[in-house]
């Protein structure tokens, strides 16, 4: 069971940073093909099941806490969740800084106040961080420092990512909102055509 959660937990990671990675790259027009395709997923997929591996196979005897099904504290191994916690923060915050960067740049930008430009950073922000895991820094700190309002605060943004997610990348999104316009007319038309035969069937059994 351990090894099952430390795999999800490192994936879930290492997708985090392959969306940060895919965020940079859009920003600079990068031409996506098939083989990023196949780099983000070993990535996603491969690279966490070498590191689960590796780290058990480091630890052996001594890779699950006692009392838990955790990575243990004593031997050291839950160090190697820390580092890819560490790894996923520090790659995705210089990530969103390149982002955030390039948007500020742009010509309909460049003109603003810099006080649209602090806002336009923070909307951004607060956009992008349930995507890239950077609510996992009050986590990180909170296990290292036990400071009492970290924890606090990273239950709350991060119980709250998913619904952050569904709200400003999927609801929120143009794609999304198009298909959901396509179908909700989709529906009135046929709900239409429906009644429309009906009146028609009606119109034929009275004559």
């Not at 003109?111 to 602090?118: M, P, V």
């Not at 700190?141 to 999927?170: D, P, R, W, Y």
């Amino acid at each position: 069971m351990t090894l099952a959660i430390h795999y999800c937990f490192t994936s879930a990671f290492m997708w985090m940073i392959v969306e940060g990675i895919h965020l940079y790259m859009a920003s600079r027009n990068y031409n996506f093909t098939r083989k990023f395709l196949y780099a983000f997923s070993a990535v996603g997929w491969v690279v966490p099941f070498v590191i689960v591996a590796v780290s058990y196979g480091v630890f052996k005897n001594n890779y699950r806490a006692k009392e838990t099904c955790w990575l243990s504290a004593e031997s050291g191994s839950i160090y190697v969740f820390y580092a890819t916690v560490v790894l996923n923060i520090l790659i995705n915050s210089v990530c969103l800084a390149s982002v955030i960067r390039t948007f500020l740049s742009l010509r309909s930008n460049k003109n603003k106040h810099k006080i649209e430009k602090y806002r336009a950073s923070i909307k951004a922000v607060l956009l992008l961080q349930p995507i890239l895991g950077l609510t996992w820094i009050f986590g990180f700190v909170a296990a290292t420092t036990k400071v009492e309002s970290c924890s606090n605060l990273f239950v709350i943004f991060n119980g709250l990512q998913g619904v952050f997610i569904l709200l400003f990348h999927c609801l929120d999104n143009n794609e999304v909102k198009k298909t959901l316009r396509l179908i909700r007319n989709k529906r009135k038309a046929t709900v239409m055509f429906s009644k429309r035969n009906q009146s028609t069937s009606i119109t034929d059994y009275n004559k």
